[in-house]
């Protein structure tokens, strides 16, 4: 009795050990249940992602492949026109017909790839995330930084690769026609290297035409095909013109870096003449303003008639250069508009340049564009412009209200010499133009008198660093040629030099060593302005037809490559850089 | 002391760009007159005997470049100086207001042992051009609040009052060396007996 009592006690004590070990195992196993639900529905989150990016890569890709399909269209259609057509053959001479040839071996390239290679469509999952998540971190970098309010524009990302020329071509442009004494000539030239980029520039020009000729005649031999999108661009653009000049000239071209790429198209209208009338409003000239009504609340002068617009008074705003006007002004409105660009880090004036150009091409500072047209406008004669200084007083004040963001001040009656001093003395604020990293090429272009090695180093510039030197280049080679102002190009050089170019390190303890640096600097300064000023106009006029993408990207990329590579100057810290290079007078004066 | 050995006074040339600084030395040292409208690079230098005090003088006179960019080489060129010119153009406002800044960055650079007393001068330059905006009254102000600095009006084109300004830079100047230690001479020095205010290794302090 009482070992079968012991036994089953015994019994259910092993029992209760097992139920509870049972137990344990089960809310373990819970546990694990709960992690692994947890687990997929993290995978299918992850999963859900990376499919949406396929359906995007591959729309992208469906995107570029029609693109390129489209250009293809276009190239089998120049072919066809200036290969099969006898009339054509005989009128293109044989050089060009000898570059046409690359026509049919970029063809077979293209049937040899239908599918873009380099999108790894059949990767893993897990790759195309990281990869991804990598490039999409580096975005939010990009925009979470001061860059933030560039978010809203549109154009970001996906449709990277589409032109998004046609649009801009078609709606901003100028109004042509074309009487019916004209006819209209088209040139079309395909440059077509085998492994180089693809060139076709096409003029199209507006003949007066003797009133004999028949018009159909003219037309025929040598306009690009009218299917294509770009023909039929152009074509519009003379259908819808009224009041153009008849020696107006056209001229588009398109570019692309390897056949598998889209080839991009751009537009630009070259009018020669007007160009050299208004040189100073590069770029700048056709931007409208965007006018908005409304009620005064800060006193604010009129651009029109300088007087001031009345309190809690209806008056006209520009929402990009922010310049106010009477009601009655605003027929009258002609100053250029020059959008206002918020400057990040205002008041250190330590910065690159970057920071204070807009987004609209040609990267140039406002402050920049304001005094030169000013100074320009004035067709002053005074002597030792740029060379005498300026009240420095005014030179800070007027820097100043330039930074603060506002709308630009009136310049009318100021000093001349204080818009050059603001110049110098906003130009002096930022690092030199020229970048460290590209400085000694610079200088052994300049040694060495190498135009092809110059503009090699110029086009690695950051682009608004690039734009702002050709502005400013342009803009000093003019008053070069001033007699009257007594500052050749030697003079500008030495004044410049130092600001533009700057020197390979701060910290040349050794006299001759920033003397013979000195010369450097003005040598190459020297090289700069005897550049023609075509390429320079070349430089500005080009990155204008840029497409909006890219021109986003441009500020934001540029001032972080820039200061990851002088991240060591940097850390050196303001106050000491400060001291050396801006001495007790100049701080004084600014 | 100073009488044994050749003198050689170190003098530096400020003021903003454009007021006559290369034309006041060229006038000086070489009796010429430029219409060359040139800016400085850095800094230049041309040296000039005269006899003062009956003593044979070496004066090296430097010239610097105006430019607010240049400033920061000009520096260099400012220590061991034995007189510092200050220059204005008395037909611009601006460079006679910048007068002050001139000084001061001078005296931080240069940091000469007795601020209060190194020898300056001031020098209106471009007294032949009307108008003139500047008057002597409201220079001659100026350098009574500095210490009685001493002030000419002075022409590079015409000549006028060049000499005479140089001749009593050149006082001043051979005045402050023999105040005081010949500090920036390059030869070892004896032993002075004489009455030294200065410790001997004073001359560290200016590097």
Request: proline fraction near 6%; charged fraction near 25%.
């Given at each position: ?48 992602f990376a499919r949406k990016l396929l359906d995007q890569e591959k729309s992208n890709t469906k995107a570029v492949e029609r693109e390129r399909d489209n250009l293809d269209m276009q ?40 599918h873009l290679?380099c999108i790894p469509e ?6 195309i995330?990281?990869n991804f998540?990598?490039s999409k971190?580096e975005d939010d970098?990009d925009i979470?930084?001061?860059f933030?309010w560039k978010k809203h524009r549109p154009s970001t990302g996906a449709a990277l690769e589409q032109p998004a020329t046609k649009k801009r071509r078609s709606s901003g ?55 294509t999108p770009q023909?039929?661009e ?20 398109a570019r692309s870096e390897g056949?598998p790429k889209p080839v991009r198209a751009k537009f ?91 987004t609209i091409p ?181 990155n204008q037809t840029q497409c909006g993408a890219r021109l986003q990207q441009t500020p934001s990329t ?33 | ?207």
């Amino acid at each position: 009795m009482e070992t079968s009592y012991i036994e089953f006690v015994q019994n259910s004590s092993v029992l209760h050990h097992n139920f509870q070990k049972s137990q344990e195992e089960c809310l373990r196993l819970k546990e694990r249940l709960d992690m692994m639900t947890r687990d997929n529905k993290d995978l299918e989150k992850k999963l859900d992602f990376a499919r949406k990016l396929l359906d995007q890569e591959k729309s992208n890709t469906k995107a570029v492949e029609r693109e390129r399909d489209n250009l293809d269209m276009q190239i089998a259609q120049v072919k066809e026109l200036f290969l099969r057509d006898r009339n054509t053959r005989r009128v293109i001479p044989e050089d060009t017909l000898e570059k046409l040839a690359f026509l049919d071996t970029i063809r077979i390239d293209n049937e040899e790839a239908p599918h873009l290679s380099c999108i790894p469509e059949v990767n893993s999952t897990g790759s195309i995330l990281s990869n991804f998540s990598y490039s999409k971190s580096e975005d939010d970098l990009d925009i979470s930084g001061k860059f933030h309010w560039k978010k809203h524009r549109p154009s970001t990302g996906a449709a990277l690769e589409q032109p998004a020329t046609k649009k801009r071509r078609s709606s901003g442009n100028r109004i042509v026609e074309i009487s019916t004494n004209d006819t209209v000539r088209a040139t079309t030239t395909l440059t077509m290297p085998k492994n180089g980029p693809i060139t076709a520039t096409s003029v199209i020009e507006a003949v007066p035409l003797a009133p004999s000729a028949p018009i159909s005649n003219a037309y025929a031999p040598s306009a690009p095909p009218p299917d294509t999108p770009q023909s039929k661009e152009s074509y519009k653009h003379f259908r819808e013109a009224p009041g153009i000049p008849s020696d107006i000239v056209f001229q588009s071209w398109a570019r692309s870096e390897g056949p598998p790429k889209p080839v991009r198209a751009k537009f630009e209208r070259v009018d020669a003449k007007s160009r050299q009338e208004s040189n100073n409003d590069i770029g700048y000239g056709q931007k409208q303003h965007v006018l908005q009504m409304k009620l005064i609340m800060m006193p604010n002068n009129c651009i029109v008639c300088h007087k001031k617009i009345g309190f809690t008074k209806s008056a006209w705003k520009c929402k990009d250069c922010k310049n106010v006007c009477h009601m009655e002004c605003k027929d009258q409105l002609s100053t250029l508009c020059i959008p206002v660009v918020n400057t990040p880090n205002q008041g250190n004036g330590l910065g690159v340049i970057s920071d204070y150009t807009g987004t609209i091409p040609p990267l140039v500072p406002p402050i920049i564009i304001h005094c030169i047209n000013e100074i320009e406008s004035r067709e002053t004669k005074e002597v030792g412009l740029y060379r005498v200084p300026g009240s420095e007083m005014d030179v800070k004040n007027l820097k100043e209200r330039f930074l603060r963001g506002k709308a630009a001040p009136c310049l009318n009656d100021v000093d001349v010499y204080v818009l050059c001093g603001v110049i110098k003395d906003f130009l002096r604020s930022l690092e030199p133009l020229v970048t460290k990293n590209l400085l000694k090429d610079f200088f052994r272009a300049a040694e060495h008198n190498n135009n092809q090695m110059l503009f090699q180093t110029i086009s690695e510039l950051p682009q608004s660093n690039r734009d702002t030197l050709a502005y400013i280049i342009l803009h000093l080679q003019r008053i070069s040629e001033l007699k009257e102002v007594k500052m050749p190009a030697d003079n500008l050089a030495k004044i410049f030099a130092p600001t533009l170019i700057g020197f390979t390190s701060e910290n040349l303890k050794d006299k001759s060593e920033v003397i013979t640096e000195l010369m450097q600097q003005i040598n190459v300064m020297k090289f700069l302005l005897a550049t023609p000023p075509s390429y320079w106009e070349s430089l500005i006029h080009v990155n204008q037809t840029q497409c909006g993408a890219r021109l986003q990207q441009t500020p934001s990329t540029d001032s972080l490559l820039i200061r990851s590579t002088k991240t060591p100057m940097r850390l050196q810290g303001n106050t000491p850089k400060k001291r050396r290079f801006f001495p007790t007078p100049p701080d004084n004066r600014y | 002391m100073a009488s044994r050995k050749k003198v050689l006074l170190k003098v530096i040339i400020l003021g903003d760009s454009s007021v006559g600084k290369t034309s006041l030395m060229n006038q000086y040292v070489n009796r010429k007159f430029s219409n060359q409208y040139k800016a400085t690079i850095g800094a230049d230098f041309l040296t000039k005997e005269v006899t003062v005090d009956d003593r044979s003088v070496t004066m090296q006179i430097w010239d610097t470049a105006g430019q607010e960019r240049f400033q920061s080489l000009g520096v260099a060129f400012y220590r061991g100086a034995d007189c510092c010119v200050l220059v204005f153009d008395v037909t611009a406002p601006n460079t006679f207001k910048s007068l002050d800044s001139w000084r001061d960055e001078f005296l931080v650079q240069a940091s000469p042992r007795e601020p209060e007393n190194f020898p300056f001068v001031l020098l209106g330059n471009k007294v032949d051009l009307e108008p003139r905006s500047i008057s002597s009254k409201r220079a001659q102000q100026w350098c009574q609040s500095k210490n009685n600095i001493p002030y000419f009006e002075t022409s590079a084109k015409e000549a006028i009052n060049v000499e005479q300004a140089f001749l009593a830079i050149a006082k001043n100047a051979l005045a402050q060396q023999n105040s005081a230690v010949d500090l920036y001479n390059e030869f070892p020095d004896q032993i002075k007996l004489t009455n030294t205010q200065k410790p001997s290794n004073g001359g560290s302090s200016c590097c």
